[in-house]
């Protein structure tokens, strides 16, 4: 019990005592360190929730066998694109390389 109430209290010092300086405008902020981690954290979330939304929702058309399919969020965040083609590998004919989205 002793321990464990020493390891919170160890835990929850860096967050008490650390903090960052804003200078927005000419207005000086002192701003605790991990509310700059939650702000860069949800903005991180929001983009990626966004992305796989927008990404993930549209079928590609593999140009060798021309049949349609929906990538992961996985497939489509580590893949390289150009404009509205992006390279995957087709999971009907195993042919990997740009597919249209459709
Ligand atoms: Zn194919």
Redesign the pocket.
Known sequence: MKRASLISLAASVPLLLSSCDAHIGSKHIDLPWWVIVLIIASSVGISLFAANHEITKNKYK?K??G?TFYPTMRQAVFSLHAGDERVFK?P????KGFCIKQ
């Open positions: 593999c060798e066998c049949k087709c009907h004919c195993g042919r």
